[in-house]
């Protein structure tokens, strides 16, 4: 890992560190969630101290997007098992994802993400297309009723389109490969409806084989995304 990636985990780790801080100036700035204004969760769902609850409804839901900065994702590329090539350099990249709040500190998350890379070294085009599809679960704690750090783990499968071209021919591949991730973050809640989210993860994709040669795909990536909160039943 890069001294710029070691700087950034540092400053992460101590915003995470320094939420309840953030937590307690957020309550004596704005409040936090009236439980006459928006109501409370009975005892058969959800307790009254999640936030995002509405008078007749329980925002437990929520769908949104992330891009997500790929810090030093690496390209391993072998052949017949030796170390050749390390195709490795900073991009960004896309995602979707919906979720539920399954209780006051456990939520679970589909997200579907690409990125991708394009590149000539040695003599040799690169071409990767990554698409990862990942069931992610959190741990989550809020602070001030609008501040959360939360850690999880996600497993899911990815898609990886790729296409070798060098001195030693053309080669083109599409392979499915079991893939994790682990990651950290805090989530901001800026109304009823609306969060931001900011986060780090350590993502495997997988391998891409091709003819007598194997690419090994991880990165480790910065994301930022919002997410608009719903309910789909009413109570």
Known sequence: MGEKMK???????????????FAELYDEDYGTYDDEEYGTYDDESYSSSNPTQSTGHARDTYAGFRIHRNEY???????NGDHLTTVRDNNFGLGLNIGNRLTDNIKIEFETLYT???????????????WSN????????????????????GLGLTGIWSNIDGTLGNYDAVDFDLSFAVMGGVNFALNEYIDLNLG????DYGDAKHKNS??????????????YKFSIFKK
């Open 73 to 79: 994702i690496t390209y391993r590329y072998s052949i």
């Open 116 to 130: 991708g890379k394009h590149a000539t070294q040695h003599a040799t085009d690169f071409n990767y297309d990554v």
């Open 134 to 153: 990942m069931l992610n679960v959190y741990m989550y704690k809020t602070y001030g009723g609008a501040v959360e750090p939360y850690l999880g783990l």
């Open 200 to 203: 780090l993860r350590y993502i």
């Open 7 to 21: 700087k950034i985990s540092v400053i992460f780790l101590a915003t995470l560190l320094a939420t309840p801080t």
């Open 214 to 227: 194997t690419t090994k795909i991880d990165a480790t990536e910065i994301y930022i995304g919002a997410a």
